[in-house]
């Protein structure tokens, strides 16, 4: 059995404002696989981005753990934690967040910098990278001479160069239309099942659901449904019953074991 590369348990999150205090997240608990693409769906407001940064070492919970590859991050220090990220996440944004006077190469080479590969060695990963998403011959332009799609898959390449474990996508085609958005779907999870990372999205949009391995449902902050597009006899949530107090009464009985798609 695969066993879980991330991890929350019993993970909760509220924001104060003025006189209000609002739950986004009640006491969830989650074990996301590696080789896989996992998807979270839920209307607005529901907690998605909430939940994709206390899980990938962006914003501190308020109760609980995340593990990841076996570190409990919450307890590390914000250097440890800042050393955490850089070495083994890969982060896709909405937006981008692409630097528009350099190219593409130089936009995928960024991040190798900070890791302290330089000259021909990280021209050669980035390139790499940049083949892998299908823009070998565009890794000269800026961004402002790539499509939204094309801008994404640069994005991609930049959090793929790394080779990280551990790639975080919120929202990563919600700029696109259909076509560029199911092509940088695809490509997210041909990249969980190539480089055996754990690829974590959160996504408002249905369509791309039958491109996941695994598609888990927020409504309010709870897991209401947590269910696999094809059953190979892995096992998510379910596997943990009994074991965490806190996840079996946040999680309810809504999980449901891996079946076959229906959609
Ligand atoms: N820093 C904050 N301060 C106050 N409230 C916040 C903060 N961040 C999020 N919220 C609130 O928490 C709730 C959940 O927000 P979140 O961004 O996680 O939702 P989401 O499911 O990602 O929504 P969307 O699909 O619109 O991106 C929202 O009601 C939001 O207003
Ligand atoms: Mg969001």
Not at 188 to 196: F, N
Not at 210 to 231: C, K, M, P
Request: proline share 5%; glycine share 10%; aromatic share 4%.
């Amino acid at each position: 059995m695969t066993s879980p590369t991330l991890s929350s348990h019993c993970i909760s999150k509220g924001f104060d404002t003025g006189k209000m205090h609002l739950q986004v997240i009640k006491n969830s608990s989650l074990d996301i696989l590696p080789g896989e693409l996992t998807l979270v769906i839920g209307p607005s407001g529901s907690g998605k981005s909430t939940m994709l940064s206390m899980m990938s070492g962006l914003l501190r919970p308020d109760t609980g753990h995340v593990l990841a590859l076996g570190v409990d991050l919450w307890t590390l220090g914000e250097a440890a934690l800042d050393r955490f990220r850089l070495e083994n996440c890969g982060f896709v944004f909405q937006g981008f967040n692409l630097f528009s006077g350099l190219t593409a190469l130089e936009n995928v080479i960024v991040p190798l910098q900070y890791l302290g590969v330089r000259g021909t060695e990280a021209t050669t990963r980035a390139r790499r990278a940049l083949d892998e998403v299908g823009l070998s011959t565009r890794s000269h332009l800026r961004p402002a001479e790539l499509s939204g799609g094309e801008k994404q898959r640069v994005a991609i390449a930049r959090a793929l160069v790394k080779n990280p474990a551990l790639i975080f996508a919120d929202e990563p085609t919600s700029a696109l239309d259909k076509t560029s958005g199911q092509t940088v779907i695809d490509l997210l999870k041909r990249i969980a099942a190539d480089h055996g990372a754990t690829v974590l999205g959160v996504t408002h949009d249905p369509r791309l659901l039958s491109h996941a391995d695994r598609v888990i449902e927020l409504e309010d902050g709870n897991v209401v449904r947590d269910r696999r597009t094809s059953d190979d006899g892995r096992r998510s949530n379910e596997q943990r019953k009994g074991k965490r107090p806190c996840s079996t009464a946040s999680l309810g009985t809504a999980l449901e074991a891996p079946r076959p798609a229906r959609f």
